[in-house]
T-cell receptor
């Protein structure tokens, strides 16, 4: 039981490049989330998926898109990366949207 | 929307002393208050939570108290140990499929 896994662990992009952050969970959870963590700002919700087939915007969705591929997988896409998107990205899952289980994070740098 | 304020932002204590972290929330409809611990280079991990129908909850050296009237809740760690050093986040939600709002975190340093 691996819990929540994220790939890649680290990534460096140039401004304007695109990339997809992958997240998978093996706990059969309904809800999945993407957060970004920046110094002094805590965890801010980018997008979430309450259940397979649905996605909703969180607090800071601009510049991102998501896909809930199936119950296990929830990906985050940056179409045209900007330096302001330099951050640590965390994926989380929850059986009922209360207790959340986080992955190890992806550290992204945009030059 | 919900706003969660957390303080202090940093806290240093001597090993064996107690540590207290406080949070306030704005939405009186919030009814679920988890606390997460984040060690360096890792994702946050739930350490304790409390629901609005309970005033206090304990788990070994960790306790959380909730004052619904004042809309604040606190994390208490007793007999601190070096392995308690981490960033702690409080959070609030309305439960169900409502999103969770996090505080900005408290960096706790336990000095041996």
């Amino acid at each position: 039981n691996a819990g929540v896994t994220q790939t890649p662990k680290f990534q460096v992009l140039k401004t304007g490049q695109s990339m997809t952050l992958q997240c998978a969970q093996d706990m059969n959870h309904n809800s999945m989330y993407w957060y970004r963590q920046d110094p002094g700002m805590g965890l801010r919700l980018i997008y979430y998926s309450a259940s397979e087939g649905t996605t909703d915007k969180g607090e800071v969705p601009n510049g991102y898109n998501v896909s809930r591929l199936n119950k296990r997988e929830f990906s985050l896409r940056l179409e045209s990366a900007a330096p302001s998107q330099t951050s640590v990205y965390f994926c989380a899952s929850s059986p009922n949207s209360d207790t959340q289980y986080f992955g190890p994070g992806t550290r992204l740098t945009v030059l | 929307g919900e706003n969660v304020e957390q303080h202090p932002s940093t806290l240093s204590v001597q090993e064996g002393d107690s540590a207290v972290i406080k949070c306030t929330y704005s939405d009186s409809a919030s009814n679920y208050f988890p606390w997460y611990k984040q060690e360096l280079g890792k994702g946050p991990q739930l350490i304790i939570d409390i629901r609005s129908n309970v005033g206090e909850k304990k788990d070994q050296r960790i306790a959380v108290t909730l004052n619904k009237t004042a809309k604040h809740f606190s994390l208490h760690i007793t007999e601190t140990q070096p392995e308690d050093s981490a960033v702690y986040f409080c959070a609030a939600s309305k439960g169900g499929y409502q999103k969770v709002t996090f505080g900005i975190g408290t960096k706790l340093q336990v000095i041996p």
